[in-house]
């Protein structure tokens, strides 16, 4: 950390020869606490999923939503959704927690609209606010930041895809209006309104977008397959054309275990979306007789070369239908490419033929996605519940497909909208089975202030091989208070975490437990599986996020969750927190403090249990993992230290998990940054071991 930063701010690591870290509360600088908040809940995982009984689709698990607010005085305030005419008013008592519902349909189901779903919260005295989000076995929660905390630039943090409905998400709230925001990810965007809901059992279900929410596009719909095949506008336009022949030779099929040799025949149609230069932006499964080969036909589908469509003699997007006869020919013997499913059990070799069909499919929405088998089953760890395209019929009735809004693709290049007050823009990637779909990285830049939301609606960690799916939810702090120093302490019960390290500007340098491991871009992160604890270090500013794995992974507790880590520079010497789930759930915080000051650290007043703490490598400082009660709590100490807490769940509570920072200062590091000065080499501050 450059020297004139550490003087401005008298809050900075100073080099001692014990590797001291000495830090000093700089006055009148936001914290977690405040008066006034926007906010917003995101999607958790699905709102149906299939009866295997019926084979109709039922209500998912019911959602929750609620803020958990807690305060050291006593407080009083309203929570306002304006898009839903709702309103609340709320008191909160001295060291209590007072939880407030948010209504379910403010969830969050769009991608690239606007709506007008954002919460607010306005209270005369500063409370510290968690806010929750709960299915059954698929839960989060984050922290809170008030207006006066935020910021016009930051970066998202997600993961990576584990179904095409399960992926990566974030979204974006404005605090005042004619907002500019500009939004620059690494990968696709989507865009399609909130779909309407199945009709169950004769009747609307009660997870119904709210109708009284304005909606409207930034960016110009592709006109579907079927609206440029009947406009007359678009008769003159010739249609996007590629090869059968290139088709059937990029398309590869595994190996299969089968008792006799057999010819399968099936129908594919899918709407491919050609952009301009050819390339492949949307591939939606209108049809599929053969599940088990449609992903591979569509990775096909995007492999292959195609010349667009064009209009008076200029490129333009356009859909292609593309529909295939397959005939599905297995052949005995091992192949010697392609290996068998299971090790040492017998495999045959499979070959696709293929051509032209004019098969006429039914007409099908790409938003529904449903499971093959149960919620409970998938969520438990059961059989894989792969996602698949339901028929129209009345025996298992979905959504008019003209209910749903078209699935259009947001441009490459960076894109901008104008957001009023209140108004929530959720942006959700392109699936891409060949890549990770993540939004990790994302820049969002704005005019005015914003609060940024980001995470996962429900993902594995860390890889599809450890189930469960739990929903990752935070909110993310400006990119003006990342710093270069992170304690990152052990999750209780847990075998391992994973950490991610993302960069803010190009050429930073990353040292994890003393050794140099990774120089990034900016948005560029480093991933590590962190066994114990461990110490970070960055040459310039950098976000830590902390994912536990899923309950499969042999720990069989709690479930994925996602933690912002404070850093150092951002520590604060007194946290109200809330644990926000209630249930059958253990508590934890892990608390990051200088050794010799444990002894004076305090949870409700009582003295911490010092032989809780181990020392983070060989600096002065020492992590500790503390159990606390469900309940509000005031953790305090001399000097400034860190705190973020989680849960995990057991009993009927198993599969769950949560986690999110318990508190910190927001100070504005670049006001505080001299002007011109550039840090390029890691931090010599006594911190990386000797």
């Not at 909606?215 to 996007?240: G, L």
């Not at 392109?430 to 990285?441: E, I, K």
């Not at 230290?641 to 009927?652: A, I, T």
Request: charged letters at 25%; hydrophobic letters at 40%.
């Amino acid at each position: 950390m450059h020297p004139t930063l550490r003087a401005t701010l008298a809050a900075t690591i100073i080099l001692a020869g014990s590797s001291t870290l000495v830090a000093q509360q700089p006055l009148s600088v936001p914290s977690a606490s405040g008066r006034e908040f926007w906010l917003a809940f995101q999607k958790n995982f699905r709102d149906f999923v299939v009866n295997e009984r019926t084979q109709k689709q039922d209500p998912a698990a019911p959602l929750e939503l609620e803020l958990h607010i807690t305060s050291s005085v006593s407080a009083s305030g309203t929570l306002e959704v304006p898009g839903l005419g709702y309103r609340r008013s709320f008191t909160v008592d001295p060291g209590s927690v007072t939880v407030v519902a948010v209504p379910k349909e403010a969830q969050l189901r769009a991608s690239g609209v606007v709506e007008n779903l954002g919460v607010h919260v306005v209270t005369d005295q500063p409370v510290t606010i968690y806010g929750l989000n709960r299915r059954y076995q698929s839960t989060d929660s984050y922290l809170a930041i008030p207006v006066e905390a935020l910021g016009t630039e930051y970066r998202a943090m997600g993961y990576r895809w584990l179904q095409e409905d399960l992926i990566s998400q974030m979204a974006i709230v404005a605090t005042e209006d004619n907002t500019v925001v500009r939004i620059a990810s690494p990968v696709r965007l989507r865009q399609f309104a909130a779909p309407a809901d199945p009709i169950v059992d004769g009747r609307q279900s009660v997870e119904t977008s709210s109708t009284t929410s304005p909606v409207r596009q930034f960016v110009e719909d592709v006109p579907s397959y079927e609206e440029q095949s009947s406009d007359v506008r678009y008769r003159t336009q010739t249609r996007p054309d590629f090869s059968y022949d290139e088709l059937r030779r990029t398309i590869v099929v595994p190996a299969m275990k089968s008792r006799t040799n057999r010819r399968d025949k099936a129908v594919l149609v899918a709407d491919v979306l050609v952009d301009e230069d050819g390339s492949v932006g949307e591939v939606l499964v209108r049809h599929c007789d053969r599940r088990e080969h449609m992903e591979r036909i569509v990775e096909a589908l995007r492999k292959i070369k195609y010349r667009p469509a064009t209009k008076d003699g200029r490129a333009v997007s356009a859909w292609a239908r593309v529909p295939i006869d397959l005939s599905v020919r297995n052949f005995g013997g091992r192949p010697k490419t392609v290996p068998a499913i299971a090790e040492n059990a017998p495999a045959i070799e499979a070959t696709i033929e293929m051509s032209e069909t004019t098969f006429p499919p039914p007409v099908m929405s790409p938003e529904v996605r449903v499971q093959t088998r149960s919620e409970r089953e998938h969520r438990r760890g059961g059989r894989e519940a792969e996602p698949v395209v339901v028929r129209l019929t009345d025996r298992n009735p979905t959504t008019d497909a003209a209910a749903i809004a078209r699935v259009v693709v947001i441009p490459k290049e960076p894109i901008e909208v104008t957001l009023a007050r209140g108004e929530v823009l959720q942006l959700i990637p392109h699936f891409d089975p060949s890549a990770t779909s993540d939004l990790s990285g994302t820049l969002v830049q704005s005019t005015k202030p914003v609060a940024v939301f980001s995470g996962h609606n429900c993902s594995y960690v860390p890889d599809l091989t450890v189930k469960a799916c739990n929903l990752l939810a935070e909110q993310m702090p400006p990119v003006s208070s990342w710093g270069t120093t992170f304690g990152v302490g052990r999750i209780e019960a847990r075998s391992y975490s994973m950490i991610r390290v993302m960069a803010r500007k190009d050429s930073t340098l990353v040292a994890l437990d003393g050794k140099e491991v990774a120089t990034l871009k900016a948005g560029e992160f480093f991933e590590h599986r962190l066994v114990g604890n461990g110490l970070v270090v960055a040459s310039r500013p950098v976000l830590v996020a902390q994912f536990a794995p899923g309950f499969d992974n042999g720990d069989n507790v709690g479930d994925p969750m996602m933690i912002v880590v404070p850093p150092v520079e951002q520590f604060d010497n007194v946290y109200s927190i809330a644990t926000p789930v209630r249930g059958p759930f253990r508590h934890f915080v892990n608390i990051i403090a200088r050794t010799s000051t444990i002894e004076e650290l305090a949870v409700d007043g009582h003295p911490v249990d010092q032989r809780r703490f181990k020392q983070l490598g060989t600096t002065d400082y020492s992590v500790g993992q503390i159990e606390i009660p469900y309940g509000s709590h005031v953790v305090s100490g001399r000097e400034r230290f860190g705190l973020y807490q989680y849960g995990l769940g057991f009993d009927e509570a198993a599969y769950d998990a949560y986690g999110n920072a318990g508190g910190q200062l927001f100070i504005d590091l670049d006001a505080a940054q001299a002007p011109g000065t550039v840090d390029r080499e890691l931090p010599d501050i006594g911190l990386l071991g000797r």
